[in-house]
């Protein structure tokens, strides 16, 4: 093994991050990270699992754990026997964090890293426990994106262009593990997605905690539309742009108007709804109504109608009637959500909505496997639809899928013209070998890794897009 392990759990800004740690830390070979996610108690009772399980795996390796979740409870990570050390999320960008001793502890617990004024980020008050690193995340007042030379895992890149939250759901930890709302200055963002284009990567994705509250802290208060237009027109090499999840009532008409129109934004937007009630809704704090949302999907549309709609929707919100809930299954056809990541109610600690009349554990979970069905029904017929269709691939390290501009997962096919030719040496076909599966380190890849390639549809299964290169 060359370098730390990395276990990373949630969302896309982990993955930017546990990519930046992967260049921090390299060469510790004994190493491994486990960069956490804190959205909901099942989110945490798997991060404790992984290292659990990465323990019984490396019994001499060393165990760090960093994430929003060691930020917002970095104690209950510290008691855990098999955790060597638990760094914040501020902290993971230092290399000195990485370098603790497995019986020492932090060489300099005392310590956490300045921002970019120069001044020292004070720890929380208290806090003695030699394995734990991590200081006030609501101090912080900068953001950048870090050294990241590659993605391991992912043909596509990923760029952080803002971090932290100025919201407040009352369901949500996340600001109190990633702090208040901070923008990376456009030219620092354009520089990274050079570099990355410059090292063979096709498509970029903007990551942030609340991407679309990019740009009121820099000079000027510049807009994410504005971001976009920036990399467009700075980075012309770059033929692939996709968005993370947005806030509806957050997309002005610069962005509406590039999104719907400039053919190298990818046709895929996740909004964040979270409900399909007012009611809930309001007692969420969102700042949008059932309403909006679906006059603003239709808006989309009805300008560029190929674009895929993904949604987040949390089942069992406090108080939540059956009535109200229905509204939410509806709205999966009112928006033509097509992606839907359904979260069952998870009570944080410290949060408003854990003070709320709660739900039995039994409707909640009974709720979202009703709202995840009437999801995958959207999708699968929105798959099917596709059969026959031409779409451009982005291929992914396998060299045997990929993801299509509306981020539908496509598997590669061997056309017939391949299936008649001479295998490379040393590769087989799967359609001609019974005993090989997709995913065989021994099956010849039907295209270059990072490469876009242009298929035909042929199929459908088991939620995959079946295609063959088109010729």
Request: with cysteine.
């Amino acid at each position: 093994m060359s370098g730390p392990e990395i276990i990373t759990l949630g969302c896309r800004l982990n993955i930017a991050e546990s990519e930046t740690m992967r260049t921090l830390a390299g060469g510790q070979d004994d190493l491994v990270i486990v960069n956490s996610c804190a959205v909901t108690n099942e989110a945490v009772r798997q991060t404790r699992q992984a290292i659990r399980r990465a323990r019984r795996a490396r019994p001499d390796a060393r165990i760090l754990v960093t994430g929003c979740a060691a930020q917002t409870d970095p104690a209950m990570f510290a008691a855990m026997p098999e955790v060597d050390s638990v760094v914040g999320n501020r902290e993971k960008f230092d290399p000195l964090s990485f370098r603790h001793s497995r019986e020492g502890g932090d060489p300099s617990p005392a310590l956490s890293p300045s921002d970019a004024a120069g001044e020292w980020i004070p720890a929380f008050a208290g806090m003695t426990n030699h394995k734990i690193r991590i200081s006030d995340i609501m101090a912080v007042r900068d953001t950048a994106p870090h050294l990241v030379s590659g993605f391991a895992d992912h043909a596509r890149a990923f760029v952080e262009v803002q971090n932290g939250c100025d919201h407040r759901c009352t369901f949500c930890i996340i600001p109190y593990g990633r702090g208040n709302s901070r923008s990376v200055p456009a030219g620092a963002v354009i520089d990274k997605i050079k570099a990355l284009v410059d090292a063979g990567y096709r498509e970029v994705v903007l990551t942030g905690v609340d991407v679309t509250s990019y740009g009121p802290d820099l000079p000027g208060k510049p807009t994410l539309g504005l971001l976009i237009e920036r990399i467009l027109d700075k980075v012309p090499e770059l033929p692939r742009l996709r968005l993370s999840s947005l806030d509806s009532v957050e997309i002005d008409e610069r962005m509406f108007d590039f999104i719907t129109r400039n053919e190298r934004i990818m046709p895929h937007l996740h909004l964040s709804l979270q409900a399909g009630d007012d009611m809930i809704l309001k007692r969420m704090k969102r700042r949008h109504s059932r309403e909006q949302a679906i006059a603003l999907v239709e808006r989309i549309k009805a300008a560029r109608p190929e674009i895929a709609i993904g949604a987040d929707i949390i089942a069992g919100f406090p108080t939540e009637t059956e009535e109200m809930f229905d509204n939410s299954v509806r709205l999966v056809a009112d928006c033509d959500i097509v992606y839907g990541h359904v979260f069952p109610f998870s009570p944080r600690t410290g949060t408003p909505a854990a003070r709320m009349p709660q739900l039995a554990p039994a409707v909640i979970k009974e709720r979202a496997a009703r709202l995840r069905a009437a999801c995958d029904a959207r999708k699968g017929q929105w798959l099917a639809s596709l059969k026959g269709t031409r779409q451009k691939v982005l291929v992914e390290r396998d060299g045997l899928s990929g993801h299509a501009e509306n981020f539908a997962p496509v598997t590669l096919s061997p056309s017939p013209q391949r299936r008649l030719g001479s295998p490379m040496a040393g590769s087989y076909h799967a359609d001609t070998d019974p005993n090989l599966r997709w995913g065989d380190a021994r099956i010849e890849p039907m295209a270059h890794p990072g490469t876009i390639l242009p298929v035909t549809i042929i199929g459908l299964e088991k939620g995959r897009l079946i295609a063959q290169e088109a010729l």
